[in-house]
């Protein structure tokens, strides 16, 4: 069950949607029943099962919309073995309610409020299991009943390795505080260096955001190219010089780190929620306390080595360890129903 | 538990919010211990709880906010007998899990893709019990598991009665189609009388309504004085010659229309809903087929026995017939539960 918001894979905006086709596709591929319930215009190698012929993107978050694509589903949930949850607590709260063994992927971060509301739920729920996608993600709520961590994954087949670098410093992310695009335009600034930002601005907020410590610093040299395709986003990232991940909030993985990686391009990152988890500080990209060291560890980002980025991806973010990480989730889930 | 989005009672627009109020004041009255969860900006003599400071009205809608405000109150739920449930079907949803007895009253029509979906969840919840506010609202999906119909009730203490009538027409509602504010407008120019129309206008939807199909007509004589509060409310019922109800829709109650017979203005409404049930057609208000009968009715309207509607009002529609009605229907879903 994938977040109805957004087709599955995504055309744009989307982590959780991407993980979710990988999925969906990596368990048909390892021989297994997959019904993948998403919107209608997505696209998987699963039976597609959809109430909204078109993704209700701007419906986001409105309960009605979700609740009616959350029923889809759980009316059929006697079908089922297992239900691998990717919606939000709704999914959860209801689909723990049917007979079938559900595990809930978390997928966005536990501190606050969100945190004591799972916690809530939870305690409604007898037989609740939850997957993370970071031990990091834990941290806040660490008696949740946790089944297993499944860190995220890339389809290396479409991100093609390129080992040359470009001259540009690279911010993928949506326009918000949290990701930070303020923090890579004055480090940008600071190394005399152009950089590119590209990412969401859609939702009010992100427009507001945008509006005031982003759009002003707008020039040649630091340029917004706006929310990019996956193949516009694979080319920013193959003639990057490096990419910035100035965080300064537990992100529950980040995503973007391994798709740098995958594509060549070095990642200097803020010591912030996953980040340690994904990245081996000195040897698949740059890790520092604060932002504001990001700019001289620019050399140290020069010499990590492309291949050896690469292939740190490949043996430990690929589909099939993904696949294999829920699959024993799976298992774990349905003994804690039995 | 009331929906969260607005206080109970409201400042302006919030049908379920007013009868949420007069409810949990008239348990009271009737010597019940009741807890109101509800935002915190909220006025009752019940005990409050409240998770939202202010009602967040901005947020509409969305998930997050009204399953905060759910677990809230459902994570106390074995403090109670039985939760009276005015939320949409997440509270149903959610609130039909737990140990407690959760009579669920419907407030929105069962037609289309709500009814269906009614239909789906109450499939998974053996105990739900549906309270109906008209039996007309059952219509479209008689075999839900309805314990009762409780129609809704007026604070008679707060809607003055005025036995003379004025020279204009009004129509109070939201700008929307189903509501039916242009045929309003369309009977008051073919009448020749002054109009004045008086709801809320807030929403996208609502304001290209308006822009569309009201705004081009406003004049001298047809006048729309925004949204307006209870006393302004009261002011322009006890000044009109006839309130128009020109719904074409099947409206599961229709509270103006009891408003409207409280303050002595004659309601001329189309034969649509539960407007049957609330009106007697010639005795307390006039039903017409088609909202184009509606100016010829407007001389059996101005027959109509002020009086006697008031006095429908007071019999019918009291707070303390609903409050009787209400714990009737919570005696038969304890049962249903037990």
């Given at each position: 069950m994938s977040p109805v918001w957004f087709p599955v894979p995504p055309a744009g905006y989307g982590g959780i949607e991407w993980i979710v086709a990988l999925l969906a596709d990596g368990l048909v591929d390892a021989g297994h029943d997959v019904t993948l319930f998403a919107s209608g215009d997505s696209h998987t190698k699963a039976r597609l099962d959809a109430v909204y012929p078109v993704a209700p993107s701007e419906r986001i978050g409105h309960t009605y919309w979700e609740l009616r694509h959350a029923i889809n589903c759980l009316g059929r949930a006697g079908d089922f073995d297992v239900i691998s949850d990717h919606t939000g607590m709704l999914g959860l709260t209801l689909g723990s309610m049917g007979p079938t063994p559900l595990a809930h992927t978390v997928h966005g971060p536990l501190s606050g409020e969100p945190g004591v509301m799972y916690r809530q739920i939870v305690a409604m729920l007898p037989h609740a299991a939850l997957i993370a996608v970071?031990?990091?993600?834990?941290?806040?709520?660490?008696?949740?009943?946790?089944?297993?961590?499944?860190?995220?994954?890339?389809?290396?087949?479409?991100?093609?390795?390129?080992?040359?670098?470009?001259?540009?410093?690279?911010?993928?992310?949506?326009?918000?505080?949290?990701?930070?695009?303020?923090?890579?335009?004055?480090?940008?600034?600071?190394?005399?260096?152009?950089?590119?930002?590209?990412?969401?601005?859609?939702?009010p907020l992100e427009q507001q955001y945008f509006d005031d410590l982003v759009r002003p610093h707008l020039s040649d040299r630091i340029e917004y190219v706006g929310e990019v395709t996956h193949g516009e986003k694979v080319e920013l990232l193959?003639?990057?010089?490096?990419?910035?991940?100035?965080?300064?909030?537990?992100?529950?993985?980040?995503?973007?780190?391994?798709?740098?990686?995958?594509?060549?391009?070095?990642?200097?990152?803020?010591?912030?929620?996953?980040?340690?988890?994904?990245?081996?500080?000195?040897?698949?990209?740059?890790?520092?306390?604060?932002?504001?060291?990001?700019?001289?560890?620019?050399?140290?980002?020069?010499?990590?080595?492309?291949?050896?980025?690469?292939?740190?991806?490949?043996?430990?973010?690929?589909?099939?360890?993904?696949?294999?990480?829920?699959?024993?989730?799976?298992?774990?889930?349905?003994?804690?129903?039995?």
């Open positions: 970071s031990d990091d993600q834990r941290e806040p709520q660490p008696d949740l009943p946790w089944v297993a961590t499944c860190r995220n994954a890339l389809d290396l087949s479409v991100y093609p390795f390129r080992p040359e670098r470009g001259d540009y410093l690279l911010f993928l992310g949506r326009m918000t505080a949290d990701k930070g695009a303020h923090r890579a335009i004055a480090v940008a600034i600071e190394c005399g260096l152009p950089l590119k930002l590209a990412g969401k601005c859609r939702e193959q003639h990057a010089r490096a990419t910035l991940f100035p965080i300064e909030w537990d992100e529950p993985f980040g995503l973007v780190m391994i798709e740098s990686m995958a594509c060549g391009a070095p990642v200097i990152a803020t010591r912030f929620g996953a980040v340690p988890e994904v990245i081996e500080d000195g040897v698949t990209g740059v890790i520092v306390d604060r932002w504001q060291e990001m700019g001289a560890a620019l050399e140290q980002a020069d010499a990590i080595d492309p291949q050896v980025q690469r292939r740190a991806v490949e043996e430990r973010f690929s589909p099939q360890r993904m696949v294999a990480d829920y699959l024993a989730a799976y298992e774990a889930t349905i003994e804690r129903w039995a």
